[in-house]
Nanobody
Framework: QVQLVESGGGLVQSGGSLRLSCAAS????????MGWYRQAPGKQRELVAR???????NYAGFVKDRFTISRDNANNTVHLRMNNLKPEDTAVYYC???????????WGQGTQVTVSS
């Protein structure tokens, strides 16, 4: 099993930056992939960015070089650096982990990001 705890959300003005963190309860190198998703009110949850155990990354098109996913192996933490935030980035951001051996998917509780115009 994996427990995920997100932090770093908040209120920021348009054009501002935030860094989200996701702390895992086990070594992130034992997790096949970790990522960030977001869900805005009335919308479906969508992928923001993912990173595989091998370090490969992929981003949603709307990220457009504004967001960067990274990891801190020593502290079992994955980060999402978000720059040039826009009001449409307002959503609850969720951390996600996939264990391929069991096909199990885990979610954190989410952290609210609000971008004011």
């Amino acid at each position: 099993q994996v427990q995920l705890v997100e932090s770093g959300g908040g209120l920021v003005q348009s054009g501002g930056s935030l860094r989200l963190s996701c702390a895992a309860s086990r070594s992130i190198l034992s997790i096949n992939s970790m990522g960030w998703y977001r869900q805005a009110p009335g919308k479906q949850r969508e992928l923001v960015a993912r990173m595989t155990r091998g370090g490969d990354t992929n981003y949603a098109g709307f990220v457009k070089d504004r967001f960067t996913i990274s990891r801190d192996n020593a502290n079992n933490t994955v980060h999402l650096r978000m720059n040039n935030l826009k009001p449409e980035d307002t959503a609850v951001y969720y951390c996600n982990a996939l264990l391929a051996s069991t096909l199990a998917v885990y979610w954190g509780q989410g952290t609210q990001v609000t971008v004011s115009s």
